[in-house]
């Protein structure tokens, strides 16, 4: 099937990956939309999964050029002109698309491994949820009434999944919860060590809190990997840090990343800036900070544009607010190199291309309850949005 390479909607990832969520619900991956789950490994095997009538249908539509709606996070970059995941992942499965002959795996061998055995983490950062972190579990159950059915024996019912194909790996992330605090990534990384992994891909993308402490615990297992990238979700420094991750000392932030730079050199560091309307004012100026302080090279600035909850999306910003901050990112061009270049003019597209303005007071609505939880001020860490006070 030579045309599917050109594909607008094709993706190779529903033939060789899986992604598991710390609920048991299974995903098509990590950037596709929550809401629509493929299967749940409470009441299914991956084996099973893998076949199922969701994921014939979905691979039947990719086949035949038509959308996935749980996939719109990936139209919706590639409309701001810079690379999907979708695009990504087929070009590093490059061979795995060439070889695709029906929309049903005969053989499934999970290439890709992204899954989240936990949701323990000790951030609640506003884009998330208790789906992914303890504590804001705890925290929405009391403001919000959100009740979310955990089992303890998800993480082990995965790890038992997902063992017979680890010889198959060619590439893992590994997220979480907070994977610096998760036994299963230790499991993880000594299982590929079993199995002689040691120069794939592994990407582990963390809140950056913990790192000395596992690097200082599990140094001689990390030195095994030669193709470690620490991915950090990092979206503003100092007091910014602190409320839009909740949780964030960004003290602590700093000595990590002191000392990930001093003393794992052959550690690539990249930074997953999650773009939202708490940051779009001040991004670039976090950048600029991080090369100065010589933490990052100059094209490991990753824009992460975020889409869900819609009302702290960046493009919730009235017109002229959003001119203002596009005049900003505008500025900055010159300054840059071509890669990080991409991802800014994708933050530039991302803010022309919807307007969500409606969505304003819901933002507020819910920054305030958060707020009064959390003993915090929106204006007072972002002062750069008090005009949406002021605007009526
Ligand atoms: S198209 Fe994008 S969202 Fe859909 S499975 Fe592929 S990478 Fe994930």
Redesign the pocket.
Known sequence: MKSLVKSKFF?I??WLHLNGHPDGSVH??C??NNRYPVGNINNESMQSIINNKNMIEIRNKMINGQP?P??V??YEKEATKNE???QK?NNFFKKDVKSVSSNYVDDFKLKYLDVRFNNKCNFSCRSCSGEFSTSWYKEESTIFNIKRNYSNNISKTFIKEIKPHIIFLEKVYIGGGEPLLAKETILILNELLVYKKTNIPITINTNLSNFKNFALRHNSLLKQFSNITILASIDADNKKAEYIRFGTNWNIIYENLLFLKNNFTKINLEINCTISILNIFSFTDLYFNLLKSNFISSDKFKCNLLHQPLYLRSDILPEIQKQKAIKKIKKSLSKINNDTKKEFLSVILFLQNKNYSFLIDEFLKNSKILDESRKQSLFDYCPELIFLNNRR
Do not use: E, H, T, V
């Open positions: 993706c990832l529903p098509l991956c950037f596709s996935i749980a996939c996070s990936c999907s995941f979708r992942m």
